[in-house]
């Protein structure tokens, strides 16, 4: 081997010529991320990060750790704890397979831009047992009933039922055409209107 050859070997060994884009792309491409919703998630958080630390022509080796910091937090330092860290996660994933995986000089995730603590919902699904008795009761009156039972039975919008009428209801094959956000108005402007639901029985 000749000395320049060696001294080319030695140079992609330690990705001193290394782009930003070529960088990302060799990462996407890897089985790991063959997922496609994956590969979207991955791509979108990487490529603004890239845009946002300077463009995919920088070589990867010069990026400071500060800089891919700077760059999270200008993109999402904002959003709620769950977008930040699947962003940051994604970025953090990258830059970790670069140093890892293929020894390139890249910077990392600073300690700084830590993950954040996401707010977990403990809530529990009310039992449909638990529904239906709350849904007999006697003491309360028949309309707010009504309208519980076709919120819980149609998954459809309070607004949604309550723009009903009852020329609206298709009782024989109990549906009824519900407008959606957006859709046919009584003021008579026009969008698309959601699809017919079945109404309870």
């Known amino acids: 081997m000749t000395a320049a050859a060696a001294g080319r070997k030695v140079t992609a060994l330690r990705g001193d010529g290394v782009t930003l884009a070529d960088a990302a792309d060799e990462f996407l491409s890897a089985h790991r991320v063959g997922n496609p919703n994956t590969h979207r998630a991955y791509a979108s958080a990487i490529d603004r990060t890239i845009a946002a630390a300077g463009g995919g022509t920088r070589r990867l080796a010069d990026v400071s750790d500060d800089e891919i910091g700077d760059a999270l937090t200008g993109l999402w330092g904002g959003s709620a704890p769950a977008t930040w860290n699947r962003n940051r996660a994604a970025v953090s994933s990258w830059l970790s397979w670069c140093a890892a995986k293929k020894r ?24 449909k047992s638990k529904i239906e008795r709350l849904l007999s009761r006697r003491d309360i009156p028949l309309r707010e009933r009504t309208l519980w039972r076709m919120l819980y039975e149609t998954a459809a919008r309070a607004s949604e039922i309550l723009s009903l009428d009852i020329e609206d209801l298709d009782l024989e094959n109990r549906r009824a055409p519900l407008k959606s956000k957006g859709g046919v108005t009584p003021s008579g402007s026009t969008g698309t209107p959601a699809p017919p639901v079945s109404c309870p029985g």
């Open 104 to 127: 390139w000089a890249a910077p990392s995730v600073p300690a700084d831009a830590e993950r954040r603590r996401e707010n977990v919902d403990h809530t529990k699904a009310v039992s």
